[in-house]
Nanobody, 126 residues
Framework: QVLLAESGGAPVQAGGSLRLSCVVSGHTDAINFMAWFRQVPGKEREGVAAIFTRNTDFEATYYADSVKGRFTITRDNSENTLYLQMNNLTPEDSAEYYC????????????????WGQGTQVTVSS
């Protein structure tokens, strides 16, 4: 069993920054790949960024076009924590943000992961 717990969401003004955290507990050795998603009411969950987590020599990361150059995904294996640094936020970034672990099938940006957190709300005002 793997549990994911997000934190760090908050109200922020446009142009501001936030750092989201996702603490992984349980069978952490089973996790090879993690991602951040976001969702607004009435829309599908959208892949934001993803990263390999177990191979420390392999730093491949993936980003949605809408966040490239503004968001950075990182991991701290010693702390079992995934991060999402978000800079230059815009109102379009407002959403519930979720971390996910272990892609079951498909591409990283498809919401087909085995484990999900409960989400943390980011609200960006203009």
């Amino acid at each position: 069993q793997v549990l994911l717990a997000e934190s760090g969401g908050a109200p922020v003004q446009a142009g501001g920054s936030l750092r989201l955290s996702c603490v992984v507990s349980g069978h952490t050795d089973a996790i090879n790949f993690m991602a951040w998603f976001r969702q607004v009411p009435g829309k599908e969950r959208e892949g934001v960024a993803a990263i390999f987590t177990r191979n420390t020599d392999f730093e491949a990361t993936y980003y949605a076009d809408s966040v490239k150059g503004r968001f950075t995904i990182t991991r701290d294996n010693s702390e079992n924590t995934l991060y999402l640094q978000m800079n230059n936020l815009t109102p379009e970034d407002s959403a519930e943000y979720y971390c996910a672990a272990e892609l079951v099938v498909g591409s990283w940006y498809e919401a087909k992961y085995k484990y999900w957190g409960q989400g943390t709300q980011v609200t960006v005002s203009s």
